[in-house]
Nanobody, 125 residues
């Protein structure tokens, strides 16, 4: 009933950009914190970024800090991850996740109740 759907992944050259979207259905995101995670084959899942329910607070993994930006449009029930200056090591399946909390967010995967199916991002020349 409650779904998150990621989109916007694809193939991009190093130094390029992509914008990922996370769209919610069956519920509204007004009171939910959102996290972005990624996982490549043979690697551990990494918490990339998170944003709190009203968009006033966000944090990032050191590996993406300064290159990625998380944002949300609650009126559209959608959260975004703008990815710039992409590197081959950014290649992974990217997932979004949601939990009904206010004021704070976390990049720990255990914190979230709802998960999308993921979208593939490949950075290669």
């Amino acid at each position: 009933q409650l779904q998150l759907v990621e989109s916007g992944g694809g193939l991009v050259q190093p130094g390029g950009s992509l914008r990922l979207s996370c769209a919610a259905s069956g519920f509204t995101l007004d009171y939910y914190a959102i996290g972005w995670f990624r996982q490549a084959p043979g690697k551990e899942r990494e918490g990339v970024s998170c944003i709190n329910s009203n968009g006033e607070s966000a944090n990032y993994a050191d590996s993406v800090k300064g290159r990625f930006t998380i944002s949300r449009d609650n009126a559209k029930n959608t959260v975004y991850l703008q990815m710039n200056s992409l590197k081959p090591e950014d290649t992974a399946v990217y997932y979004c996740a949601a939990v009904r909390v206010i004021s704070v967010c976390s990049r720990g995967s255990w914190w979230y109740d709802y998960w999308g199916q993921g979208t593939q991002v490949t950075v290669s020349s």
